[in-house]
């Protein structure tokens, strides 16, 4: 009998030996897959005071500052600057160009990614926004004027290729596809209550059909492959087709931030906060990533408020300001880390290099095993 004991004594504690350095193993693990050393690649100075823009362009970072466009790569290496004399600068890119709208001049600029001016647009008069889309096509917004508001579609070449009349409601955002020939308004009615309205033309400024959204507001818009619509809204994200038929629905959280990956899946943060409605607080929001066929592929948590996102070919970064997420598309969190400064804007390179922006700073940084 007391052999029995003690055999089971002995199997018992080989069991709770190996159970222990199986958790030890998997903590280690778990920890070096968070946390990882940080190395300072570049860092480029800015005055405290000054006008900053900043774009992620390619595989690289565009800073437009004291009228001078820079671009430099991903490690920070500066690759070309171009001096434009423009004061306060509207930046817009596609994959291919960067175009900056000047309203003192009234004009807007396509330039190529080696920093070479492709042309410059002569506008009638001062704009509101404009859109691009892939194949360098530009939809310019002009002012409201007696409840009109003129859009006009030029080519890549700058020319103009045809225009458009919304005769109700401000124009609140634009998308368009030259490949897809489809041109979306989103227009906010302010009758007896506040209605959205969305517009869907042809790239000729045929109207093809027109929907109503009750009172949620549009927040963003992009193509999937088959070149639905996909309709960015505060507490739902709708697919519909050229003939305005809707293809699928997710009903979401009140969304607070949005970024669209074309033409693949979108990044949501939001949710309803407890308490004092004035006071953003992180309980009960999420991080989810929608895949554009309804599908909700990942969901996070993290610890802090987020305040923005961005992403690579693989990976996804979320940010408050001072902690860095990286996740994968799944949602899982891959890496952890806090920061030293209070971080303003973050682009994704890889898993491994990014730019970080705080106040008076472009920096250049990648993490790796410690």
């Keep these: ?33 968070v946390e990882k050393e940080i190395q300072i690649l570049e860092e480029i100075e800015t005055h405290q005071g000054g006008n900053v823009v900043y774009r992620k362009f390619q595989n690289g970072v565009l800073q437009y500052w004291d009228g001078i466009l820079y671009f430099y790569d991903f490690k920070g290496e500066k690759k070309w600057h171009l001096h434009l004399g423009i ?39 001062t704009i509101s926004s404009f859109a691009v889309c892939e194949s360098n096509y530009v939809l310019v917004q002009y002012p409201l004027i007696n409840s009109m508001t003129e859009l006009v579609l030029l080519n890549e ?16 955002n634009s998308t368009l596809s030259k490949a897809h020939n489809l041109v979306a308004v989103n227009t906010l009615i302010t009758n007896n209550a506040l209605t959205s309205h969305l517009i869907l033309y042809d790239m000729q400024g045929e109207l ?25 809204k505060e507490e739902k994200i709708t697919s519909i ?28 943060y939001g949710g309803e906060a407890g308490g004092n409605p004035l006071i953003d607080k992180k309980d009960g929001k999420r991080t989810k ?28 970064v ?9 996740l994968d598309k799944r949602g899982e969190i891959k890496m952890e880390h806090k920061y030293s400064s209070d971080i303003e804007e973050i682009f994704l390179f890889s898993r491994e290099h990014m ?13 790796y095993e410690g």
């Design 1 to 33: 009998m007391k052999n029995k004991r003690r055999i089971m004594f002995i199997f018992i504690a080989t069991i709770l030996i190996f159970l222990s350095f199986s958790i030890i193993k998997n903590i280690k693990t778990t920890m070096t897959t």
């Design 87 to 125: 004061p306060s600068a509207e930046v817009k890119v596609s994959d291919e160009s960067i175009y900056l709208a000047d309203n003192g001049k009234k004009q807007l600029l396509r330039i190529n990614k080696k920093g070479e001016i492709v042309y410059r647009y002569t506008t009638k008069e």
């Design 157 to 172: 070449e700058g020319r103009k290729h045809s225009s458009i009349i919304v005769g109700e409601g401000m124009v609140m």
């Design 208 to 232: 093809i059909a027109s929907n109503h959204l009750n009172d949620q507001l549009v927040l963003d818009f992009d193509y999937d492959t088959k070149g639905n619509l996909i309709i960015i």
């Design 241 to 268: 087709n050229k003939g305005n038929k809707e293809l699928w629905s997710v009903e979401v959280d009140k969304v607070k931030l949005s970024k669209t990956f074309s033409p693949q899946y979108t990044v949501i």
């Design 289 to 316: 990533i929608i895949q554009y066929n309804g599908r909700v592929i990942g969901d996070a948590q993290t610890k802090e408020v987020i305040k923005g996102i961005d992403n690579s070919k693989e990976d996804i």
């Design 318 to 326: 979320v940010y408050s300001p001072r902690t860095i997420y990286v």
């Design 355 to 367: 730019a970080i922006i705080t106040k008076g700073k472009l920096s250049f940084v990648r993490f």
